[in-house]
C-alpha cells in the first residue's frame, strides 16, 4: 500500500525557512525511477507545482520559485525534504507531497515527470509573525 | 512557462446532466495533459492521464479529450459525489521538467 505523509511546522515567521518532510512507504526512493514532488495550495487557492525529485537524484523547481527552494531524499530513512527560505504570508499554504510514477513506453521505463498517483494529505503551514 | 486556462471557473448543474470543462494550453503540449478531482479537505485525485486515458478504477462517466492547446473533460452525468473542484495539469515533455496547473472549476449541485 502507497501512503505517503508530510510533516513539518504549523507556524513559520516571515523570513524564516521552511522545512517540510515527506515520509513515503509501499514503493522505495532508490528505485524504479519514481518521483516525489511537491505542491501547494493556498486557503481557496489553485493548485501549485513546487519541486520533484526522482530517485536518481535528478532535480526540478518551479521558475518563480527556484532561488528559494531545494529538494533532497533521505532514502535510508524513506523521505524527501522540501526547504523553502525566507518565508512570507502570502507562502500560507497547504503543502501536498505526491509521488510521480515511472514513466514506461516501448516496453521501457524512464524518470519522467508526468503525473501525480499517489498523494499525501497534506499540511497547512502558516507564516505569520 | 506554459500557462494553463480553465474554464468555467464554476459551475452549477442538476444531477444527471453533462458537465464540460475546458483548459487551453498556451503553446502546443500534445497530449501532455492530466485531469484531477478534489473534494473539500482531500488531497486531489487524478482521474485522467495523457489528456484520454481514465485511471484505473475511476468511473467511465469521467472522460478526457483534446490534444495540442484545446481540452476537454466531461462529466456525462454528474453525480452527487462529483461535487469537487476539478484541475488540469501540463507537464513538459523536455527537461527542465516543470509542471504547470489550471485555475480550478468548481463544479456544485444546482
Known amino acids: 500500500q502507497v501512503t505517503l505523509k508530510e510533516s513539518g511546522p504549523v507556524l513559520v515567521k516571515p523570513t524564516e525557512t521552511l522545512t517540510l518532510t515527506c515520509t513515503v512507504s509501499g514503493f522505495s526512493l532508490s528505485n524504479a525511477r519514481m518521483g516525489v514532488s511537491w505542491i501547494r495550495q493556498p486557503p481557496g487557492k489553485a493548485l501549485e507545482w513546487l519541486a520533484h525529485?526522482?530517485?536518481?537524484?535528478?532535480?526540478s523547481y518551479s521558475t518563480s520559485l527556484k532561488s528559494r527552494l531545494t529538494i533532497s531524499k533521505d532514502t535510508s530513512k524513506s523521505q524527501v525534504v522540501l526547504t523553502m527560505t525566507n518565508m512570507d504570508p502570502v507562502d500560507t499554504a497547504t503543502y501536498y507531497c505526491?509521488?510521480?510514477?515511472?514513466?514506461?513506453?516501448?516496453?521501457?521505463?524512464?524518470?519522467?515527470?508526468?503525473?501525480?498517483?499517489?498523494w499525501g494529505q497534506g499540511t497547512l503551514v502558516t507564516v505569520s509573525s | 512557462d506554459i500557462q494553463m486556462t480553465q474554464s468555467p471557473s464554476s459551475l452549477s448543474a442538476s444531477v444527471g446532466d453533462r458537465v464540460t470543462i475546458t483548459c487551453q494550453a498556451s503553446?502546443?503540449?500534445?497530449?501532455?495533459l492530466n485531469w484531477y478531482q478534489q473534494k473539500p479537505g482531500k488531497a486531489p485525485k487524478l482521474l485522467i492521464y495523457d489528456a484520454s486515458n481514465l485511471e484505473t478504477g475511476v468511473p467511465s462517466r469521467f472522460s478526457g479529450s483534446g490534444s495540442g492547446t484545446d481540452f476537454t473533460f466531461t462529466i456525462s452525468s454528474l453525480q452527487p459525489e462529483d461535487i469537487a473542484t476539478y484541475y488540469c495539469q501540463q507537464y513538459d515533455n523536455l527537461p527542465p521538467e516543470t509542471l504547470t496547473f489550471g485555475g480550478g472549476t468548481k463544479v456544485e449541485i444546482k
Open positions: 503553446q502546443d503540449i500534445s497530449n501532455y
Open positions: 525529485i526522482f530517485s536518481n537524484d535528478e532535480k
Open positions: 505526491a509521488r510521480i510514477p515511472a514513466y514506461c513506453s516501448g516496453g521501457s521505463c524512464y524518470s519522467r515527470a508526468v503525473k501525480f498517483d499517489y
